[in-house]
């Protein structure tokens, strides 16, 4: 999706097909790019369209053709993204095809016979409702069997049994691109399935492990700090916590092993891109390991996914960080330290360790610091349950969001 905008500038292409980005277009998000129509679904008047993810839009490019001059031209255009899924009744726009259904059904229900499978139990729900403004179990969870399967694999080796493992993972489902208030993760406790570890991780990353500094493993989470908007102490306007348009939500690590606050006073020390731009701001404050304050020349293990460890972006990944690449896919590294520990135990106790959060703000102003979760009555429970700061709910977007008002100076 990176090149399609140059792709449009250039002589002779008819129309874009494009994805990856989880995004629709024609749609609002993209009103104000240059040479972009939303209304007609053009780019540089190239039709294009980009039909969101999972089959939730169907992508339809209309061309008129021309052959009077004895080769094939495009006269007229138009490019839509027609919604067939309703993300927030959770049910499909499209009547089935009976035919297709016919001949899907076989590998259909062996495919849910398979996610459905028991694979544990676990003691607590696990919901990602605030997993971008506190730790949360979602990604706990994920971190834990991460660190387990690191911490086993190497026992016994000679140049990485010495050092200290930490684990790092990222909310997947936590409202897509603030496009999908139905988006989060709500497992439930109790029995455990395949399909349960699937949607605590989403992607078929495979797990890898890097070896990174203790200065780059502050860089790393200076990176992940990006996700929040800077916030004006001096300011009672309305201030929104989450950067959605600057950052991608899938980009905000959280470290297990380290203790660490995040100042959203301070500017933001890189971009979206990891790209730096306020080379000298910090807003990791109080990074330690084992209660110590990090030493920047300590060599730690980080498991992460093939995507983080192989993309170079964060400091302390690619190529030459690499320290050992598994073939086992993160989730079912998951599925697998879930069933492990429900042997072992009876349950998994997925509670947050609490090793990060964000930094009081003491301020003579009363501030108004806002972020956007589910608009769910659940969500409502669980953060009136679980919340680490007070919070009220004071609105709905007209995304659907519910905008809840955080006070951050406890």
Not at 174 to 201: C, H, I, M, W
Request: aromatic share 10%.
């Amino acid at each position: 999706e990176n090149s399609v905008y140059y792709l449009s500038q250039v002589p002779g292409v008819d129309a874009i097909l494009f994805g990856h980005a989880h995004a629709v277009f024609p749609g609002k998000d993209f009103a104000d790019i240059k040479g972009a129509d939303i209304e007609k679904g053009t780019l540089n008047g190239v039709p294009s369209v980009m039909p969101g993810m999972w089959g939730d839009h169907l992508g339809v490019v209309d061309l008129v053709l021309n052959n009077d001059s004895g080769s094939w031209t495009v006269t007229q255009s138009k490019a839509e993204a027609r919604p067939i899924y309703d993300a927030a009744a959770k049910k499909s726009l499209a009547g089935e095809d009976k035919k297709l259904v016919d001949i899907l059904k076989h590998d259909h229900d062996a495919t849910r016979e398979f996610v459905s499978k028991p694979i544990g139990k676990s003691a607590d729900n696990m919901y990602s409702f605030l997993a971008l403004v506190q730790d949360d179990p979602t990604v706990q969870v994920v971190n834990m069997a991460q660190k387990a399967y690191a911490e086993h694999y190497i026992q016994g080796d000679p140049d990485l049994a010495n050092l200290p493992v930490l684990s790092a993972a990222a909310p997947f489902k936590v409202g897509g691109r603030k496009n999908d208030p139905a988006s989060y993760v709500e497992v439930e406790k109790g029995q455990l399935t395949f399909r349960n570890a699937a949607d605590l991780y989403l992607y078929p990353n495979t797990l890898v492990v890097v070896k990174a500094t203790g200065k780059e493993v502050k860089d790393w989470l200076e990176c992940s700090a990006g996700q929040f908007n800077q916030i004006d102490p001096h300011s009672s306007k309305p201030q929104s916590l989450i950067n959605w348009d600057g950052f991608r939500t899938y980009n905000f690590d959280v470290i297990d092993g380290v203790e660490y606050q995040i100042d959203v006073t301070q500017p933001a020390k890189y971009d979206g891109e990891c790209q730096a731009i306020n080379p000298q701001a910090e807003r990791i404050k109080n990074l330690t390991f084992n209660g110590k304050a990090i030493d920047p020349n300590t060599t730690f293990l980080v498991v992460t996914n093939n995507y983080r460890a192989y993309g170079g972006k964060f400091a302390g990944t690619g190529d030459s960080h690499i320290a050992f690449a598994s073939p086992d896919e993160n989730r079912s590294v998951l599925a697998a330290w879930i069933s492990a520990e429900s042997k072992k135990t009876g349950e998994i106790h997925p509670a947050v360790d609490n090793n990060w959060r964000l930094a009081p703000i003491h301020s003579d102003t009363k501030l108004d610091i806002r972020f956007e979760t589910s608009p769910s009555d659940k969500a409502a429970a669980f953060i009136k349950d679980k919340a680490q700061y007070p919070m009220q709910k004071v609105a709905t977007d007209d995304i659907g969001f519910a905008i809840y008002q955080v006070d951050l100076s406890r």
